[in-house]
Nanobody, 126 residues
């Protein structure tokens, strides 16, 4: 079992920044590809970013490329999502997921994930 706990969400003005964290406990964190997804009201959950379990490779949705950065610290069992130049359209509940040894290019597929956190709310005001 892996437990994931997100934090760092909040209310920010358009153009501002937030850093989300996802702390993992349980099985070996370094064996999991980690991803961030988000779900806005009335919409399906969508892929945001992912990072490989075995390399520094990362993968982003086009809507956040150049504004968001995903990183991980295996010593702290934590994955981060640095979000800059936030827009009202980024408003959503953000979830982190863990997928055991998943190739990063498959990490955009929600059904590939083994574990999920409870989510953290991000609200961007205009």
């Amino acid at each position: 079992q892996v437990q994931l706990v997100e934090s760092g969400g909040g209310l920010v003005q358009a153009g501002g920044s937030l850093r989300l964290s996802c702390a993992a406990s349980g099985r070996t964190f370094s064996s999991f590809a980690m991803g961030w997804f988000r779900q806005a009201p009335g919409k399906e959950r969508e892929f945001v970013a992912a990072i490989s379990w075995s390399t520094d490779n990362t993968y982003y949705a086009d809507s956040v490329k150049g504004r968001f950065t995903i990183s991980r610290d295996n010593a702290k069992n934590t994955v981060y999502l640095q979000m800059n130049s936030l827009k009202p359209g980024d408003t959503a509940v953000y979830y982190c997921g863990a997928a055991l040894k998943l190739p990063v290019m498959l990490a955009r597929f929600e059904r590939r994930y083994d574990y999920w956190g409870q989510g953290t709310q991000v609200t961007v005001s205009s």
